[in-house]
C-alpha cells in the first residue's frame, strides 16, 4: 500500500486486545452458526396459533369434500367421506363432473383465476413474487372450488389445496400482524405445512415439504415456527379426526437382502420414468387447451368430460381414492384395479389437471405409484403383502415433485411401516435423480416458468459467508495525507500502481490513521481549481468525507455487500481497530490509548467477485491433486 504519510510508528497487530476483539465483534454481529434473533419466539407462537386454526380448516375441507360427493353422487346431505365409486347414476356418471367443472370455471372467472390449477404452484408464486401476500377471498374459493372439483368426481387429492388454503390463512392472519416479508412468508408456510399435517397425520412429512418446496431455504427462524405450527395441527387432529396410520400395512421384513435393495434400485428408476411421463402428459394437456379457440373458462368442463367417461368405463378412478389406495398397500389388488388405475386413472388425472381445474397431486400420485409397484410385485421377489406399492408411492412422489426427503417420510409415516426406511431411500433417491436428469423442471415449477418467472431449488452455502474481506481486499492501492500539496497529490496519483482502477482515495494521517475519503472524481476538479490562477482551491481538508463507511478486515463478506445494499456504495476503505497511544504531558507518566481505524486496503464490487470466481472454480475445474504412483507405484513405474 502507497501512503504519503508513514512516518509514525506502526503499532502493529500485536496491540489488539481481547477487549478490541470483543467491540469488533458487537460492530458487526456475533458471528456464529445461525442468524436467528429472540424475533423467532413470537413468530412460533403465532404459528403456534396458524396450527391450530388450520386443523379445523383442514377439517371443514373434508367434509366439504364430503358434502358434495354425496350430493352429486346419491343426491344426499351428509359430510361423512364416501367413495363415488359406488354410484347408481349410471351414464349420468358424466353429468356430475362436467357440472362440477362448470362451477369452477365460473368461480375463478368471476371469483380468482388463482384457484386454478393443484395448489402448491400457487403457494410458491404468492411467495416468491407476490410478497407472501394471498387475497382473503382465495381463502374462500380455493378450498370451495376443490371440494367442488373432487366432490363431482375430479381424480385429484385434498393435499394441494389445503397447502394454498392454509397457506392463504397464514399470510393473511401475517398481513394483519407487523412482520417482515420474510417473516409474513414464514407464517404462510406455517399455515400450509399445518394443513398438509393435520390432513394426512405427517407432521414430519409437512415440514419436510414445506423446506424442499416452499421455504427456498433451511435456517432455524424459518424452520421452527413452521415445525411447532405443523406439531400443533397434527396434535389437535386426534381431537377432530383421529390419530391414523391413514393407510395400515403387514408388517414388512427388517432387511430385504441384495436381490430385494437390487428391486428397490429398479422400481426407483421405473418411478422415475413415470413420473417424468405423467409431467409430461399434464403440461402437454394444458398444452394442448391453449390452443383452443374458446375461453379458459370452459377447458375445465371439458376435462369433466374425460372424467365423466373414464368414470364410467373404471368407478375407482373418480374422487379422491384413498380406499384405492389402501387396497393396493393390502396386496390384494386385483389386474383389472391396477391397470384401470394406471391406464384410465393417470389419462383423466393428466387431462382434468392440465384443463385448469382445482385438485391436488399427491394422492392421485399415491395412487398410480401403488398400482406401479403392484404391477412389478408381480416380477419381483415377494417381501410381503404390499411392499412394492409402498415403496413405489414414495418414489413416486420423490420423483415427481423432486422431493425425495418428503417422499420418505411421507410413506413412512402415512404407514407408521419403520422397516421400510431403507428402501425408500434408495427408491426415492433414484427416482428423483432420474428425473433431475431428464427434466429440467419438475411437475410443481413448470406451471411457475410458463409464467414466465423461474426459481432454483438447490440449497448451499453462500461464498459470501465464509469468505472474509482480508480474504479479497486489495492492499497495493494509493493512500493520501492531507498536508501534501496539488502537485504531489496529482504525482501521487497520476503514478500509482492502480490508477486505473481505483477510484476512492483514502486519507490517512503519519500513523496510517483513518481521517476520510475523497472521490478521484472530486481530487482531479480541486487540483485544476489550484492550477488556475485566479481561483483559490478550497482547502484539502474540507474536501474529505470524515465519516465513511467501512469495511473491517474480519468481517464476513456478507457483511459487506449488505453494506454496499444499504448505503449505494460500491468502496470501502479497508481498517482494523487499533488502540493508538496518546500523547501526553510531561510528568504523567500513565499510558492511555485512544482506539482509531487502522487503513489497511480497499474492497471494492470487483473483489467480492473473486468469491463467485473461487466458487465456480471449485465447481468446474478438475485436477488430480495426487499422482496415480501414490496408489500404484509399481505400475507408475512399469509404465514410465
Not at 417473516?183 to 394426512?200: D, H, I, N, P, Y
Amino acid at each position: 500500500m502507497q501512503s504519503a504519510g508513514r512516518a509514525g510508528a506502526d503499532p502493529g497487530r500485536a496491540s489488539k486486545t481481547q477487549k478490541d476483539t470483543k467491540k469488533r465483534s458487537e460492530s458487526f454481529g456475533e458471528l456464529g452458526d445461525f442468524t436467528t434473533t429472540s424475533r423467532i419466539l413470537p413468530i412460533s407462537l403465532v404459528a403456534s396459533c396458524i396450527g391450530g386454526v388450520c386443523a379445523f380448516v383442514a377439517l371443514a375441507l373434508l367434509r366439504l369434500i364430503g358434502l358434495f360427493t354425496n350430493l352429486f353422487f346419491f343426491h344426499r346431505w351428509s359430510t361423512a367421506m364416501t367413495s363415488p365409486a359406488g354410484n347408481h347414476l349410471g351414464y349420468g356418471v358424466i353429468v356430475a363432473p362436467v357440472v362440477g367443472a362448470f362451477i369452477i370455471g365460473l368461480m375463478a372467472r368471476y371469483g380468482s383465476e388463482r384457484i386454478r390449477g393443484h395448489g402448491i404452484p400457487e403457494a410458491i408464486e404468492a411467495i416468491l413474487i407476490n410478497g407472501s401476500r394471498v387475497e382473503p377471498r382465495v381463502a374462500i374459493l380455493k378450498p370451495l372450488s376443490s371440494a367442488i372439483s373432487i366432490g363431482s368426481g375430479g381424480p385429484f387429492g385434498a393435499e394441494g389445496p389445503i397447502i394454498m388454503t392454509g397457506g392463504a390463512v397464514g399470510s393473511i392472519i401475517a398481513q394483519l400482524l407487523h412482520v417482515t416479508s420474510v417473516e409474513r412468508k414464514t407464517l404462510l408456510v406455517a399455515g400450509a405445512a399445518a394443513g398438509m399435517s393435520a390432513t394426512f397425520a405427517s407432521p414430519v412429512a409437512a415440514v419436510l415439504l414445506a423446506v424442499e418446496l416452499l421455504l427456498f431455504e433451511w435456517k432455524p427462524r424459518s424452520l421452527i415456527p413452521v415445525a411447532i405450527a405443523s406439531a400443533t395441527a397434527a396434535a389437535l387432529r386426534r381431537y377432530i379426526m383421529g390419530i391414523g396410520p391413514i393407510f395400515p400395512v403387514h408388517a414388512h421384513p427388517t432387511f430385504i437382502g441384495p436381490l430385494g435393495l437390487a428391486g428397490c434400485a429398479l422400481t426407483g428408476l421405473l418411478a422415475g420414468a413415470f413420473s417424468a411421463l405423467l409431467t409430461l402428459a399434464v403440461y402437454g394437456a394444458e398444452d394442448a387447451f391453449h390452443r383452443l379457440k374458446i375461453h379458459w373458462m370452459w377447458w375445465p368442463m371439458i376435462g369433466g368430460v374425460v372424467i365423466g367417461i373414464g368414470g364410467l368405463i373404471f368407478p375407482q378412478a373418480l374422487g379422491v381414492g384413498y380406499e384405492t389406495i389402501g387396497a393396493l398397500l393390502q396386496g390384494d389388488a386385483p389386474i383389472k384395479l391396477i391397470a384401470g388405475v394406471l391406464l384410465i386413472k393417470s389419462t383423466i388425472w393428466a387431462v382434468s389437471l392440465g384443463s385448469g381445474t382445482s385438485g391436488g397431486v399427491l394422492a392421485p400420485l399415491l395412487m398410480m405409484g401403488g398400482a406401479l409397484g403392484a404391477l412389478e410385485s408381480l416380477m419381483l421377489p415377494n417381501l410381503g403383502a404390499g411392499f412394492w406399492p409402498l415403496i413405489c408411492m414414495g418414489a413416486m412422489l420423490g420423483g415427481t415433485m423432486r422431493s425425495p426427503f418428503t417422499g420418505i417420510i411421507f410413506a413412512v409415516e402415512l404407514t407408521h411401516d419403520m422397516n421400510v426406511m431403507l428402501p425408500l431411500l434408495i427408491a426415492c433417491t433414484i427416482a428423483h435423480g432420474f428425473t433431475v436428469l431428464v427434466m429440467r423442471r419438475s411437475i410443481l415449477t413448470e406451471k411457475i416458468s410458463r409464467r414466465g418467472y423461474h426459481i432454483s431449488r438447490e440449497y448451499s452455502t453462500d461464498p459470501m459467508e465464509n469468505l472474509f474481506v482480508r480474504n479479497v481486499m486489495r492492499t497495493d492501492i494509493v493512500a493520501l495525507s492531507a498536508d501534501l500539496s496539488p502537485a504531489e497529490i496529482a504525482r501521487q496519483i497520476q503514478h500509482g500502481s492502480n490508477e486505473r482502477f481505483q477510484r476512492l482515495y483514502p486519507v490517512v494521517d503519519t500513523q496510517g490513521r483513518l481521517s476520510g475519503v475523497v472521490t478521484r472524481n472530486d481530487l482531479e476538479t480541486w487540483i485544476a481549481d489550484a492550477a488556475a490562477p485566479l481561483q483559490p482551491a478550497m482547502p484539502f481538508n474540507q474536501m474529505l468525507q470524515t465519516n465513511p463507511t467501512v469495511a473491517f478486515e474480519d468481517e464476513p463478506l456478507r457483511v459487506t455487500v449488505n453494506k454496499m445494499a444499504e448505503t449505494g456504495l460500491t468502496r470501502f476503505p479497508v481498517v482494523e481497530e487499533i488502540d493508538f497511544p496518546e500523547d501526553m504531558p510531561e510528568g504523567d507518566t500513565e499510558k492511555r490509548y485512544t482506539t482509531a481505524y487502522r487503513l489497511v486496503g480497499m474492497v471494492s464490487l470487483y473483489d467480492l467477485l473473486k468469491a463467485r470466481t473461487a466458487n465456480q472454480r471449485a465447481e468446474q475445474v478438475r485436477e488430480r491433486t495426487h499422482p496415480l504412483s501414490v496408489l500404484f507405484p509399481t505400475w507408475a513405474q512399469n509404465r514410465q
